[in-house]
């Protein structure tokens, strides 16, 4: 039984398809989810999202959202998501240079909270951005 | 005898005016269908959403909710908000009129002190206008505001009923039904009252952290999307309102073009008329 799974932002409904295996960062650890996963409602932490469908893998990255999982379908209220071929990956490494600089730079009136989630959010983009340019790597999760 | 040269001049400036209100109704249309769509877009989300608070608040007995997040508390109404959503520009008909006459309805149908907070500047000058007391501004939202700017006015709302300023807040805005069909319309943003949604299954969730705190995170969320939605639907609305009218205005000025170079011709003939009357009657004395 395929596994239905829709993923939308505020601005968008990102995808809608039927996939064999979803992996999520969840703010507790990575989840993989299988079909005839028993209900579960998490926050999800920024970070990359991975659908396999038959051999075939698609990558999207997320800032950070929520995600809900019945057996037969799983739903990802997602802050902003991407898919791999979107992402600019110039801006992407842009993005990541000024969240990296303001962290070290640990100037008055920093948020430091903030200043890692945006760093976090553009490492996941960039992580995403790279699958596009090789497909062939297996997933590893580190 | 009409003057032509007055009847010219006011023909060219209604030709002119013509042309601006032409090339407004144009613009608003190409507008028009960009927020439109991202009205739509918004949809999906807001369904989701609606469907996961349903299925969270399912898992939670009820005598429970008011203690798990101050926004699901109910409170005896001795205070209310209104967030009143309006244009910030004029020239879209009727729109901003009748959204405030439902404002001003709203207000005195209330028998406790009503506050607001208002979004784009029509509203807000109509609240200046009235003495109404205004809590919050928000003007320029841009014409495709994304939820990040959208954050704030959820935010001044919410902490506000979280901290019992207020204990039912309304929200109060134009909503986009078709292009010729705005209508203003009175909605209940907080407390939430998923009660209210499309009846969720009930189904024993796992929770990650756990569940107060999932909850306490996605209900924010939600009445920032309740407010999103309400912007995206009133710029739609503002964009068609604005066409319509415009092109009323664009045919009136051709209607009043026309009857003028009537007026214009039928001036000029007896002009005409006149000067010949003259120069035969001058030569008949001559002779």
Redesign the interface.
């Known amino acids: 039984m395929p596994l239905k799974i829709?993923i939308?932002?505020?601005?968008?409904?990102v995808l809608s398809d039927e996939v064999d295996l979803v992996l999520a960062p969840?703010?507790?650890g990575q989840l993989g989810i299988l079909p005839h996963h028993?209900?579960?409602?998490?926050?999800l932490a920024p970070g990359e999202i991975v659908l396999r469908k038959g051999g075939d893998d698609t990558y999207l990255a997320i800032s950070g959202g929520?995600l809900?999982v019945?057996p037969d379908r799983v739903?990802v209220?997602a802050?902003t998501a991407e898919r791999a071929e979107e992402i600019d990956l110039a801006r992407a490494e842009e993005a990541r240079q000024r969240a990296g600089d303001r962290l070290a730079s640990r100037e008055a009136g920093m948020d430091l909270l903030k200043s890692e989630a945006a760093l976090r959010r553009a490492l996941a983009r960039l992580h995403v951005a790279q699958r596009r340019r090789r497909p062939e790597k297996p997933i590893s999760r580190d | 005898m009409p003057n032509t040269r007055l009847i010219k001049r006011r023909i060219r400036s209604v030709q002119s005016i013509g042309k601006v209100t032409k090339a407004m109704e144009m613009v608003a249309a190409s507008r028009m269908k960009r927020a439109q769509e991202r009205a739509l877009a918004a949809r999906p989300y807001d369904e989701k959403i609606r469907q996961v608070i349903a299925n969270l608040s399912a898992a939670i007995p009820p005598s429970q909710e008011g203690a798990i997040h101050p926004l699901l508390e109910v409170r005896p109404v001795q205070r209310v908000q209104m967030l009143l959503i309006t244009t910030d520009r004029g020239l879209c008909g009727a729109l901003n009129s009748n959204i405030i006459r439902v404002a001003s309805n709203f207000i005195m149908e209330q028998e406790v002190p009503v506050s607001a907070v208002a979004v784009g500047r029509k509203g807000r000058d109509f609240c200046k206008r009235c003495g109404q007391q205004v809590l919050a501004e928000f003007t320029d939202m841009g014409d495709r505001p994304g939820l990040l700017d959208i954050a704030p006015i959820a935010k001044v709302v919410t902490e506000d009923y979280a901290s019992g300023k207020t204990d039912r807040v309304y929200l109060i805005y134009p909503q986009f039904v078709s292009t010729v069909t705005q209508n203003p319309v009175v909605r209940q943003l907080l407390p939430v009252e998923p009660t209210e949604f499309p009846a969720g299954q009930n189904v024993e969730y796992i929770f990650e952290p756990n569940a107060s705190y999932v909850l306490g995170q996605l209900l924010p969320r939600f009445v920032e999307m309740q407010v999103y939605r309400a912007i995206l639907e009133t710029i739609a609305s503002e964009q068609s309102a604005r066409m319509v009218a415009m092109r009323n205005a664009t045919d009136s000025a051709k209607d009043l073009f026309k009857e003028l170079t009537l007026v214009f011709n039928k001036a000029r003939q007896e002009a005409i008329t006149n000067e010949l009357l003259d120069m035969i009657g001058t030569k008949i004395a001559l002779e």
Not at chain 1, 38 to 43: A, C, D, E, I, K
Request: aromatic letters at 4%; zero cysteines; a negative charge.
């Open positions: 829709d939308v932002t505020a601005e968008r409904a969840g703010v507790e028993t209900p579960l409602m998490t926050m929520f809900e019945r739903v209220l802050d």
